[in-house]
């Protein structure tokens, strides 16, 4: 006989209707022969079924056909209302065929005559193996059921679902006049906790801020996780100013919450944004770029800020032209529809071959579009890495090309941004180009602003050492903005050093202007480092950054930025 081990091991509940006490006893004596764990309780009313069924579950039930009071096709209606898929089987005296059908049909699984219990057994252990199974499939498409429609973590609503909810709010709140808050919230410096402790401490970190983000909301109010460490908020029939209570009580719940990984603390705090949802918002894109805008803001603001956005705010507009900028430069990068440019630099204390900056433009409809309006977008929406890759290849090509990046002298350099050392595959991609056009490392000097070689720290110092092993120059540009800037001289292995134009434009008039430019420069040439200086708009700024012993100078005052083809090889 096969039989389902796990069933034999496990100590089975069986409900028994039965009239006959005799019965009862005779079938149980045949489940202890067959050597069955189980436990039962033996009713013989339709009340004490229901009673039974309401106190606690059952894995079979196993029933009289004819009770007396009630027959077997009463027992499977009982069941109907409280688990029709428990098993039933019919072990009767007698009982006619087309009776057995019809309880067949109604879902009785199996009957047993009482005359013949050795198919008892059998039918038990078979019934009981499908319907575990059964158990199992339907959890199975269950699960999947409730994870296409929530995050597997943290077991909130996604993304997806989220915005399906918001669409049924904004026609809401068109046919019913009811005005609702949207909410957006970021946790700060969430990267830091995962490059510092792992991915495990990051998961622990959402899951504990979810339990406190669930415990300041109403229970009519919606949570969600919209990926990453962002989290969205539906207040319903809530107005921003009640809104913003919630979220103060949240941002203060979050500031009092001390997250210990390894007995390393850290401080928590979140950025929010929203925006309300009433008869006049326009659509779940409006609102939601609403409140990530808002969200956005309040990061760019600092730690722990609240902001509030609608769509008739100026710094709405501004963020919705940069977040409209995104598919223009993927496709500038895709087509080819940036421009390289390049302003030479002049060489005031000694001849050590050109020295030129390679500056990008990107073609529009019209016109040629300056960096100014599209580079903040890319910033924002992390597309640096882009526009860097394509810049590298481009100038790494026409240095080829041209023959500049083969010869003896000459230094050429290059933007990078402060996201794209973050990305560990850029250094390979260098490699690989400067392989592909057989360039001199030599002759490519990479530069970053201060500011963002200090927001960047760890990335920019590993990024610089590799970059200068392999032997090419690196630039610290902007020098003079940051704080603590002459520590970090120490920090970063740099080549050359940029000294911020704000400073030379304007060392002419602000004696204090001078004394940083000239301060700049000593240090720099103290720490081995050639300096540059940029905006030198006219022959007096030249005069007086060559008499501080500037070693190179940049701008308007000696040549504009001009298209590649001016480049003489």
């Known amino acids: 006989m096969s039989t389902d081990p796990l069933a034999r091991s496990k100590e089975l509940n069986f409900l028994i209707l039965d009239d006959s006490d005799d019965d ?40 009289d056909h004819n009770l007396g009071s009630f027959t077997s ?6 069941l109907g209302a409280y688990d029709a898929d428990i098993p039933v089987i019919i072990v ?11 309880a067949m049909q109604k879902g009785a699984r199996d009957f047993v005559m009482k005359d013949n219990l050795a198919r008892l057994v059998p039918v038990i252990l078979r019934e009981y193996t499908h319907h575990e199974l059964r158990k199992s499939q339907r959890h199975t498409e269950e699960q999947f059921h409730f994870y296409r429609h929530h995050d597997q973590l943290t077991r909130l609503l996604n993304r997806a679902e989220f915005e399906r909810l918001i669409e049924s709010t904004l026609e809401s709140a068109r046919l019913n006049r009811k005005t609702h808050t949207l909410m957006c919230l970021d ?3 969430f990267k830091l906790i995962n490059d510092t402790c792992g991915h495990i401490a990051g998961d622990d970190l959402l899951i504990r801020i979810t339990q406190v983000l669930k415990a300041h909301i109403r229970n009519r109010d919606t949570l969600a996780r919209l990926g990453g460490d962002e989290f969205g908020i539906l207040l319903e029939n809530c107005y921003v100013k009640e809104a913003m209570q919630t979220a103060e009580n949240i941002r203060r719940a979050i500031q009092d919450f001390r997250f210990l990984w390894e007995e390393h603390p850290f401080e928590i705090s979140l950025s929010i944004g929203m925006t309300e949802i009433d008869a006049r918002s326009r659509d779940r894109q409006q609102v939601m770029s609403c409140a990530d805008i808002a969200c956005d803001a309040a990061k760019s603001r600092g730690r722990g800020c609240i902001m509030c956005f609608s769509p008739e705010d100026t710094e709405y507009h501004k963020r919705r032209n940069e977040m409209s900028w995104s598919p223009k430069i993927k496709q500038a990068a ?6 390289l440019y390049h302003q030479p630099m002049a060489n005031l204390q000694f001849d050590c071959g050109p020295h030129t900056e390679f500056l990008l433009r990107m073609k529009g409809e019209q016109r040629l579009i300056a960096p100014g309006e599209f580079i903040p977008a890319a910033e924002r929406y992390n597309l640096m890495p882009t526009i860097d890759r394509w810049v590298v290849e481009h100038v790494f090509e026409f240095l080829s090309e041209s023959g500049l990046g083969k010869k003896s002298d000459g230094t050429y350099f290059i933007n990078l941004s402060g996201s794209t050392l973050s990305d560990a595959a850029f250094f390979d991609d260098i490699k690989r180009l400067q392989k592909k056009y057989a360039i001199l490392p030599q002759r490519i000097c990479f530069e970053i602003t201060e500011t963002a070689a200090i927001n960047n720290l760890v990335d920019a110092v590993g990024f610089i050492t590799e970059i200068r092993q392999r032997g090419f120059k690196f630039a610290l540009d902007d020098f003079g903005v940051g704080l603590s800037t002459f520590t970090y001289l120490k920090t970063f292995p740099s080549d050359y050093l940029k000294i911020d134009g704000s400073f030379v434009l304007n060392m002419m008039k602000n004696p204090i202007d001078e004394g940083i430019v000239e301060a700049c420069n000593k240090i720099a040439h103290a720490a081995g480092l050639y300096t540059i200086a940029e905006f030198v708009e006219n022959e007096d700024i030249l005069q007086a950054v060559k008499s501080i012993g500037v070693d190179f100078a940049q701008g308007y005052g000696i040549v504009k930025p001009a298209p590649l083809p001016t480049i003489r090889t």
């Open 24 to 63: 009862v006893f005779v079938l149980v004596h045949t489940l202890k022969q067959a050597g069955l764990q189980f436990s039962y309780s033996h009713y013989d009313s339709l009340e004490a079924l229901h009673s039974g069924l309401r106190e606690q579950a059952w894995d079979i039930v196993i029933s």
């Open 73 to 78: 096709s009463d027992v499977l209606d009982a």
């Open 187 to 189: 946790i700060d410096q």
């Open 334 to 339: 895709a087509e080819n529809l940036f421009v």
């Open 92 to 102: 009767s005296g007698e009982i006619g065929e087309a009776c057995a059908i019809k």
